[in-house]
């Protein structure tokens, strides 16, 4: 009997897929990657359906994909040739709200959007926030250890990891980590598991740490003639010890993209903008606002915009959140590329990448979360130019390097950025994570070709 219709026979034909239409659905992610269709989709109930599936694809040694919305930008979830998808589009349920000890307990398909807007409603905060929260998963986000704009602040998905249940090798359930606050027995699994992109076992319950929610926000634009002055400024806020939740830079090619969603807020000769958001409450908060504009002003600063109520506040970050989808309208491929590098030198990133751009005559736009120093570098591009955009990722990745970034802060590593990965790394480190796999995947089934 072959391997599909055992796991149709264990179960069910509703729960395994392998009907054409459905095959092409699942064969690629929103990454630029042209995909590879997979034997069947299987859409799991809940933890007894994972444990079956993997039982039989380890068996049968079948190379396995996990799957949240597909949202990734590295080509993380396209399916290995040859191999099954295992999607958690079903197993979406938020399963416990402990107010007490400040926990959610949810299943991997939840999205992370709505698990923003429920834990609110008790008054409670998840501050991670990927652009794409209201369509990728938790899941997903663990696996990618995700941040987004409030990661200078509060941190990425692992700041809020405390627990997770994994499936393994041959079907085996582990749990690891502890519902409590602090916990130092044994090693710390979750951290490592978070951010592994599928490659060590199949995630089916999160548990998560929750703060309460901010009693106050403040957001502002501040609008400037180029790029490298408002990088500039986001190196002297965090010289002068402030402490925003969010700082996102946009250039002036993505202005363009948003157009008349922005222009709005945006006085003329702007050539980038600042968009900063500060949450706290008392008279600590007001002065950081007060210097953070001190510092525009010595900066060359156009003008601010300030989000006077709640509404004009989610105009503008509704703005920036379409920045990237503006982009991918405008009828050309898009490379996304996620680096980081060093607050005080996004200035000479900018700089490089304009060199780069005027070289090899790819457009190429920065936006990102500032604060950090991770820039999403997006390289446009027409098809039949794949050779001169991959020289042109392979230019923008030794530099970030070169100034002692890194070439990924928040996407993974996926299929798309492996080789430079090994410019990055020293080879005994990646012979070390090499090793952990083979713990918990000795027949390298689990998303085999990510990563390394």
Known sequence: MRAIDKLKLALGEEIVRDDEEHLVLFSRDSSDHPGNSPLAVIHPRDVSDVIKAVDVLYSEKIPITPRGSGTSLSGGSV?????????????????????????????????????????????????????????????????????????????????????????????????????????????????????????????????????????????????????????ISVSKLITKSLFPSSVEL???????????????????????????????????????????????????VIDVFVAEDESTRERLWSARRKVLPSLESMGKLIRHEDVVVPRNRIPDLIIATEKIEKGFGLPITNFGHAADGNIHVNILYDKGQEDIMRKVVDRVMDEVISIGGTCAGEHGIGLLKKKHLRKELPPLSIEIQRNIKKIFDPENLFNPDKIF
């Open 79 to 231: 399916p290995t040739p040859n191999g099954v998808v295992i999607s958690f589009d079903r197993m979406n349920r938020i399963k416990d709200i402990d107010t007490e000890n400040l926990l959610v307990v949810v299943e991997p398909g939840v999205i992370t959007g709505e698990l923003i807007h429920k834990v609110r409603e008790y008054n409670l905060f998840y501050p991670p926030d990927p652009a794409s929260l209201e369509s990728c998963t938790i899941g997903g986000n663990v696996a990618e250890n995700a941040g987004g704009p409030r990661a200078f602040k509060y941190g990425t998905t692992k700041h809020y990891v405390l627990e997770l249940e994994v499936v393994i090798k041959n079907g085996q359930v582990v749990r690891f980590g502890k519902r409590t606050k602090k916990w130092v027995v044994g090693y710390d699994i979750p951290m490592l598991i978070t951010g592994s992109e599928g490659t060590l076992g199949l995630i089916t319950e999160i548990t998560l740490r929750l703060i309460p929610k901010p009693p106050k926000t403040y957001t502002l634009l501040a609008a400037f003639p180029d790029e490298v002055k408002a990088g």
């Open 250 to 300: 946009v250039d002036h090619k993505c202005i363009n993209a948003v157009g008349d969603i922005i222009a709005p807020f945006l006085p003329e000769g702007t050539g980038a903008f600042l968009l900063v958001e500060f949450d706290g409450f008392g008279y600590e908060f007001e002065k950081q606002v007060e210097i953070a504009y001190d510092i525009f002003e010595r900066n060359g």
